[in-house]
């Protein structure tokens, strides 16, 4: 059985993961409103990813016999300044969610709680992913810095990304 207070901020974190989509889904909607298919369809599969995240902390939950309680979402942002400020604003948020799990990671610890404490092990692994793939975008970007070639074969590269699967097959 799940404790109260891993329970209560693993319902948060099923938020936050769920926002991290809604969040990307807003970026690939404004890459879209600029031509950026490209740009759009790397957001669009880190999204996808990210509702796979939520699905884990919410089987997680369930699995242990615990409740689960969505959150209220708020509105994301709709417009950046430019492709480079939505990928940096895109790390800061990774670089959020990374403090998140690892508060989380901590309080597992804390609890004694060695079923979630291995089930975040992945989660802390995924976040240095998480933040090494949206800064290599970012060095990309400040590379290519004005130039509008550039720009197009950043987003014809980037438009290759597909998302990974949903959950493992033994998670499903
Ligand atoms: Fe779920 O890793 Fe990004 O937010």
Known sequence: MIGQRIQDVMN???KHETFSAYLYFSMAAFFHS???DGMAQWMKAQAQEEFA???RFFNHIN???GRIELQALEKPQTVWESPLAAFKAALQHEEFITSK???LAKMADEENDRAAAIMLQWFVTEQVEEEANVSTVIDMLELIGDSGHGLLMADRELGTRV???ILPPQEV
């Open 63 to 65: 699995d242990r016999g």
């Open 101 to 103: 799990i690892n508060d």
């Open 12 to 14: 948060e974190q099923i």
């Open 53 to 55: 995240h939520a699905l």
């Open 163 to 165: 998302a990974g699967p």
């Open 34 to 36: 600029k031509s950026l």
